[in-house]
């Protein structure tokens, strides 16, 4: 059983464009929800990340709109640049419970020039 | 400087074989994980340690034993190697109820 679904698998936007990734979650104990970055070669390294008790949060270009009466949870790239070409993934997380991440499936994002 | 260390980056072996990967952090963290992640990128977790003590054991085959020395090491044995493992393995590393997990570059395993 999945427990954190994410979409779409890939995403091809066009540089200056907004880049959306969404996700879904089933257990309500998650107390953690952060995303992701993974380039070729590389491991995963934190882009930005929220706590239930806010509805959104903004690093520069990067925003993870939250909603939790849906479960669901969404990345916003504004002004998409070709350095932003990686695989994406959302997470979940019972801090103070297990630490470990659930993953989503990734999501292989493409910007052209 | 690196924060998370992974050692080989490359590992090819024969089926059958017996290998070891391992990992180290400079990070004074007090928990490490292992993920495995597959062909399709999916990243799952095998086992975390919490100040050397086993937390979590995602119902990884036996073949796969880890050891953790000290808090700054978690070393991932794999006996009886298997086409089936061949995949990226990850070291990460966090603060127990802290939120940031940081990850090893990932040892690339082949299993031949």
């Known amino acids: 059983q999945q427990q954190v679904k994410q979409s779409p698998q890939s995403l091809i936007v066009q540089k200056g464009g907004i880049s959306i990734i969404n996700c879904a979650y089933e257990n309500t104990a998650f107390d953690y929800f952060p995303w992701y970055q993974q380039f070729p070669g590389k491991g995963p390294a934190l882009l930005i990340a929220i706590r239930p008790d806010v509805s959104e949060k903004k690093e520069g270009r990067f925003t993870i709109s939250f909603n939790k009466s849906a479960k669901q949870f969404s990345l916003h790239i504004m002004d998409s640049q070709p350095g932003d070409s990686a695989t994406y993934f959302c997470a979940a997380s019972m801090l103070n419970r297990d630490d470990k991440i659930i993953f989503g499936k990734g999501t292989r994002l493409h910007i052209l020039p | 400087d690196t924060a998370v260390s992974q050692t080989p980056k490359y590992l090819v072996t024969q089926m059958g074989n017996d290998k070891s990967i391992k990992c180290e952090q400079n990070l004074g963290h007090d928990t490490m994980y292992w993920y495995k992640q597959d062909s399709k990128k999916f990243l799952k977790i095998m086992f975390s340690?919490?100040?050397?003590?086993?937390?979590i054991n995602e119902t990884v085959p036996n073949r796969f034993s880890p050891k953790s020395p000290d808090k700054a090491h978690l070393n991932l044995h794999i006996n009886s190697l298997e086409l089936g493992d061949s995949a990226v393995y990850f070291c990460?590393?966090?603060?127990?109820?802290?939120?940031?997990?940081?990850f090893g570059q990932g040892t690339r395993l082949t299993v031949v």
């Open positions: 990460a590393s966090s603060q127990w109820g802290r939120d940031e997990a940081f």
């Open positions: 340690y919490n100040n050397k003590e086993l937390i």
